[in-house]
């Protein structure tokens, strides 16, 4: 059961800005700080086509994604092909910024799912905004061995509004990631599962 320091508060839901992805739960992964995460588990997003993938990540994570959106870390790809099709890459790798600083802490690149094999596949309205941490203060090289993918399925007018947004000023909330929604109250405990790469 859930202690008091494990539930999250009513009108909390987890909904990180690109900053949190990548300054806080990825650099806290490649730390070895963040073996376990209720809303992002591991998982090697290669293997499974998009509808498995959804269902595979309401196993284990405590934010149902209901074929909308999910988050999860995985193992940098290369080839990022599935079973069935395959993730290309669309416009151009965008930098992060961090907070207080002029120099970004990473960036993200945007891959669509196409049906098929290419050139010939079939886009479809899945994405992938994929999260890299940048290695070191230079930006020359960055640490691709993990990254975080905030999967969208953009068919849906509430996916559409759950991207990661940047960071607003003003007062945040003591937990990274947790947004007050205050028409829709949840509440919503967390359990210690998660599901390391397959």
Known sequence: MAGP???????????PTE??????????KLEGEMEKHPAIPEIYIYNWEPSELFLIYDGFSEEPSNERECYCFCAGGRQRTTPSGYWKETGR???I???????PIGFKR???YHEGRQP???GTNVVNHEYHLYSDDSNSETSDR?????????????????????ARAGPQPANPGATIQPDHP?????????????
């Open 5 to 15: 320091m494990e539930a999250r508060q009513v009108g909390y839901v987890f909904k």
């Open 19 to 28: 900053e949190q992805l990548v300054g806080h739960f990825l650099k806290k």
């Open 93 to 95: 790798k965008r930098d």
């Open 97 to 103: 910024p961090g907070s207080g600083t002029d120099e």
């Open 110 to 112: 945007i891959f669509v």
């Open 120 to 122: 010939r596949g079939r």
């Open 146 to 166: 993990m990254v975080v993918c905030h999967i969208v399925n953009r068919r849906s007018r509430r996916a559409r509004s759950a991207k990661a947004r940047p």
């Open 186 to 198: 949840m509440e919503m405990p967390i359990h210690n599962q998660s599901l390391s790469r397959i």
